[in-house]
C-alpha cells in the first residue's frame, strides 16, 4: 500500500483565497483524521470521520474551516476565505479503529501571505 | 478524561549516551499506548505500541518503552543515541476513544 496520500504537499496563497486540501487514506481504514501542526500550539485533531461519517468535528477553529469526506477513499479540508493565521502544517491520518495505531501522511504544509 | 503528559519540551543528549524520554497518561480503562516519531518536514512515524502482555515493548530503530500501570507511565529508551535521532518525539494514548497525543519532546544529539 501506498499509505496516506495528501496533496498538494506545500500551498502558498494569499489571504481570503480558497483553499482545498485533499487526502486518500489507506484503503480499508475506516477512521479518517485531519490535523493541524504549529508552533505555537503543537499537534490539534481538527475532525475525524468514521464510515465517511463525521463523528467529532469540535476541534475545527470556525466556521471557516470544513471538511469532507464524499467516499471512503477521498477528504478534503477546505479553508474559506483563508488568512494569515491558518499557516500551518495540515497532515491526514487514518485507522482501522478508533483508538488503535494511525498512519500519517506526509502532510500540506500551508502558507497564507 | 483522557490526557497525555510530556514533561520535557526539549532534551539534549551526546550521541552515544542513552536516552529516556517520560510520558505519563491519565485513562478510565486499559490504555493503548504509543511512540511515535516525527523527523524535521516529515509526517509521524510509529515507533512502538503497547496493547496488552509483556510490559516491555520494542520498537522500531532500537528504541523501546515500558508500561508501569502503578505509575501511569510509559517511557522510551535508547541504550545508545545515534545522530540521526534527532527530532521530536509524541507519546499518544488511545483505546475505546479517539487517540490523544502529548505536546511533544524535542530531542537533540550533541556531537
Known amino acids: 500500500d501506498a499509505g496516506v496520500i495528501q496533496s498538494p504537499r506545500h500551498e502558498v496563497t494569499e489571504m481570503g483565497q480558497e483553499v482545498t486540501l485533499r487526502c486518500k487514506p489507506i484503503s480499508g481504514h475506516d477512521y479518517l483524521f485531519w490535523y493541524r501542526q504549529t508552533m505555537m500550539r503543537g499537534l490539534e485533531l481538527l475532525i475525524y470521520?468514521?464510515?465517511?461519517?463525521?463523528?467529532?468535528d469540535s476541534g475545527m477553529p470556525e466556521d471557516r474551516f470544513s471538511a469532507k469526506m464524499p467516499n471512503a477513499s477521498f477528504s478534503t479540508l477546505k479553508i474559506q476565505p483563508s488568512e494569515p493565521r491558518d499557516s500551518a502544517v495540515y497532515f491526514c491520518a487514518s485507522s482501522l479503529v478508533v483508538g488503535n495505531e494511525q498512519f500519517f501522511g506526509p502532510g500540506t504544509r500551508l502558507t497564507v501571505l | 478524561a483522557q490526557s497525555v503528559t510530556q514533561p520535557d519540551i526539549h532534551i539534549t543528549v551526546s550521541e552515544g549516551a542513552s536516552l529516556e524520554l517520560r510520558c505519563n497518561y491519565s485513562y478510565g480503562a486499559t490504555p493503548y499506548l504509543f511512540w511515535y516519531v516525527q523527523s524535521p518536514g516529515q509526517g509521524l512515524q510509529l515507533l512502538l505500541k503497547y496493547f496488552s502482555g509483556d510490559t516491555l515493548v520494542q520498537g522500531i530503530k532500537g528504541f523501546e518503552a515500558e508500561f508501569k500501570r502503578s505509575q501511569s507511565s510509559f517511557n522510551l529508551r535508547k541504550p545508545s543515541v545515534h545522530w540521526s535521532d534527532a527530532a521530536e518525539y509524541f507519546c499518544?494514548?488511545?483505546?475505546?476513544?479517539?487517540?490523544?497525543f502529548g505536546s511533544g519532546t524535542r530531542l537533540s544529539i550533541r556531537p
Open positions: 470521520f468514521n464510515n465517511n461519517v463525521p463523528i467529532d
Open positions: 499518544a494514548v488511545g483505546g475505546a476513544s479517539k487517540i490523544i
